[in-house]
């Protein structure tokens, strides 16, 4: 994170506090998050998007990493919130997250969930389907309330990412196709209890090149003109979704937000007047690049095992359970040891998991310093989409989670016991 240094004894210093000592208080695995870190970047987005387009709202991605006090630091710093399920709504709520900024997304969202977000009277629904906007009509109705919602389309723009995480394309589970679009929006237009606001699209994550942003923006504020003609329909809001790419390796160093910002908005600006489409609100929803950088992962290494002439292990105590992204993506990280950070890195090792899995590896190949068992190896920029897909694999306990500022460190997530595993195995 910004403002980590290295001490006097070779040790990684967070949010002002010794790593290696962190460990020893918490022990590991440990997720540790700078706030400072995460205000910076809040910061970042409003100054970059909204200090271009001051109708910007600007919404944190909480799948990327939602607990009760990032919940209150981002809602501190102004952000909105996209919510996918009624847990992430009870998150939010139980944080005292304002509700009305909350956009609630999801391609197969249930009954309870669409009630919830009528209940809590969420800011906007995002709505997937067609299934979902007549079950939401009627509970609107039965309900006696307007509900803001907007639609999810697939622009079809490959966003050259890994496959995983490309949603915009046609034949992804995401949204409506154009057509079906524009049928929704004749439909919606006819119901007295939803108000459609406009069209949200997102079209990947982890998306270095600033193209495909472009084209994704540029074919729906056609859509939005072509339902200005032939149905009169005015978009009032537009929203851009996430996708923001964050720097993991050192070779590889994503655009800058404000060049993905001064890129979007002069587009904006530009088809907008092109097209003679007023200015819409604009909306995005930055997951990964709000809160990866904010965070390492903490481990301790056991068992070292080399195979001579092929390859030596070092084994930590963590491992796909708590990160599942070098398993599910092949995504890379560039791991150091936060006792020996100015040791020089001269071997190679490839970091294994405790889980049982060959492919439980969080890294291959790396350079370190020789690595002894005991030494805390550091994932760094694991902020995002680690602790939230990490499951209970092996009887697994999910790790604690530490927020650090300024020299103080508080636990948000306590660690979790055998006996949380238990309670809900009912024999
Ligand atoms: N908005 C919507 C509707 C989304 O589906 C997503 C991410 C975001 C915003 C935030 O995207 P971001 O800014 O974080 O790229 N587990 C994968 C990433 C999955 C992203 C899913 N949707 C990973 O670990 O790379």
Request: glycine share 10%.
């Given at each position: ?30 997720y ?38 990032i ?79 907007m ?90 979704g ?17 060049e ?120 760094p ?12 694999y ?13 020299g ?19 024999g």
């Amino acid at each position: 994170p910004l403002g980590s240094t290295i001490d006097d004894n070779g040790h990684l210093r967070i949010g002002g506090l010794d790593a290696v000592e962190l460990a020893k208080e918490y022990g590991t695995p440990l997720y540790v998050f700078d706030e400072n870190d995460i205000r910076e970047r809040c910061r970042e987005f409003k100054r970059e998007f909204a200090g271009r387009y001051p109708a910007t709202h600007i919404a944190f991605a909480g799948k990327a990493c939602l607990n009760k006090a990032i919940a209150k630091v981002v809602a501190s710093e102004g952000f909105g919130l996209d919510v996918v399920s009624g847990g992430e709504l009870e998150i939010a709520r139980s944080a005292g997250f304002p509700t009305n900024q909350i956009y609630f997304h999801g391609n197969n969202k249930s009954d309870a969930e669409l009630e919830m977000a009528l209940e809590y009277k969420v800011g906007r629904i995002v709505v997937d389907n067609f299934y979902e906007l007549s079950r939401l009509d009627a509970m609107a109705a039965r309900r006696g309330v307007k509900a803001d919602i907007m639609f999810r389309i697939k622009p079809g723009i490959d966003p050259h990412t890994h496959a995983k995480i490309t949603t915009g394309n046609i034949d992804s589970k995401f949204g409506f196709g154009l057509d079906d679009a524009a049928d929704a929006v004749a439909r919606a237009m006819k119901c007295g209890n939803l108000k459609l606001t406009g069209f949200h699209y997102h079209i990947g994550s982890q998306i270095f090149e600033i193209q495909p942003f472009l084209d994704a923006l540029k074919t729906t504020l056609e859509f939005m003109a072509r339902m200005k003609r032939e149905l009169g329909f005015i978009t009032e809001e537009l929203d851009a979704g996430g996708g923001y790419a964050v720097q993991y390796l050192s070779g590889a160093q994503p655009p800058a937000i404000g060049e993905y910002a001064e890129a979007i908005v002069s587009l904006l600006r530009s088809e907008c007047h092109r097209l003679g489409l007023a200015l819409p609100k604009l909306s995005v929803e930055p997951g990964r690049a709000t809160v990866a950088r904010s965070a390492v992962a903490l481990y301790t290494v056991g068992a070292i095992k080399d195979i001579p002439g092929v390859r030596c292990y070092a084994c930590v105590d963590g491992g796909m359970a708590d990160n599942i992204r070098p398993a599910l993506y092949c995504s890379q990280y560039e791991p150091y040891l936060a006792n020996r950070m100015a040791d020089y890195a001269d071997q190679t090792y490839t970091i294994a998991g405790r889980f049982c899995e060959s492919g439980d590896i969080l890294a291959n190949d790396v350079k370190l310093p020789e690595v002894k068992p005991g030494d805390i190896l550091v994932m760094p920029v694991s902020g995002a989409y680690s602790i939230p897909m990490s499951s209970n694999y092996n009887a697994f306990c999910r790790p604690a989670v530490v927020m650090v500022k300024d020299g103080q460190a508080r636990i948000i997530k306590r660690r979790e016991t055998v006996e949380d595993l238990l309670r809900t195995d009912l024999g």
